[in-house]
């Protein structure tokens, strides 16, 4: 089984900050990593992911995530965050099960990132 | 291209009752994957079709149920309500058959309310 901790469920910044949304997981499978983000009254969009090599990703409005094995992390940052950044980001592992089973998504319970002029 | 489109956007029912849920996926895509999404429990993956057969299936009870058609558009549906169904239903479709490895491309939702 596999399992997503977002350990803020709340993140509250200035505009122009630098943000850190932490995501760690838990799995004991080789893995692939989502964030996700979701808009006030919209669906999920992907925002970045990490399939193999390169351990740093980057998406194309400034946001990056790190992939670290040893810590089992996956967090997201943004150096300098703006007002429409605001929004609910979700990490998501996906991995083989026992069994044979196929690859399914686990999502984080969220964390909601909220910029303030 | 059209995105992912679900009906109806709200519904209201009463538990005990049954409720069916409507997913179109984009056009070329084969897998659709459904998920229950609550401020408690945040995203659930409920389960997966990919060419009309049911890939992977989430820890829910036999009350869910799903089916794909030979247009790839799926429904699902949830049996006896009950008041802890309230959720908002979203569905995702992926080009391939790997929902936990492509890009999911995610609906506007549901929001389903049991009274």
């Known amino acids: 089984a596999q399992s997503v901790t977002q350990l803020d469920s709340q993140v509250p910044v200035f505009e122009e900050a630098p943000v850190e949304l932490r995501c760690n997981y838990s799995s004991s499978v080789s893995v692939y990593l989502f964030w996700y983000v979701q808009y006030p009254n919209q669906g999920l969009q992907l925002l970045l992911k990490y399939l193999s090599g390169s351990t740093l990703v980057e998406s194309i409005n400034g946001f990056e995530a790190e992939f670290n094995k040893s810590q089992t992390s996956f967090h997201l940052r943004k150096p300098s965050v703006h007002i429409s950044d605001t929004a609910e980001y979700f990490c998501a592992v996906s991995g083989r099960g026992s069994g044979g089973s196929n690859y399914k998504l686990t999502f984080g319970k969220g964390t909601l990132l909220t910029v303030n002029p | ?115």
């Open chain 2, 1 to 115: 291209k059209a995105g992912v489109t679900q009906t109806p956007r709200y519904l209201i029912k009463t538990r005990g009752q049954q409720v069916t849920l409507s997913c179109s996926p984009i056009s070329g895509h084969r897998s659709v994957s459904w998920y229950q999404q609550t401020p408690g429990q945040g995203l659930q993956f409920l389960f997966e079709y990919f060419s009309e057969t049911q890939r992977n299936k989430g820890n829910f009870p036999g009350r869910f149920s799903g089916r794909q058609f030979s247009n790839s558009r799926s429904e699902m549906n949830v049996s006896t309500l009950e008041l802890g169904d309230s959720a908002l239903y979203l569905c995702a479709s992926s080009a391939s058959g790997l929902a936990g490895v492509h890009e999911q491309f995610f609906g506007p939702g549901t929001r389903l309310t049991v009274l």
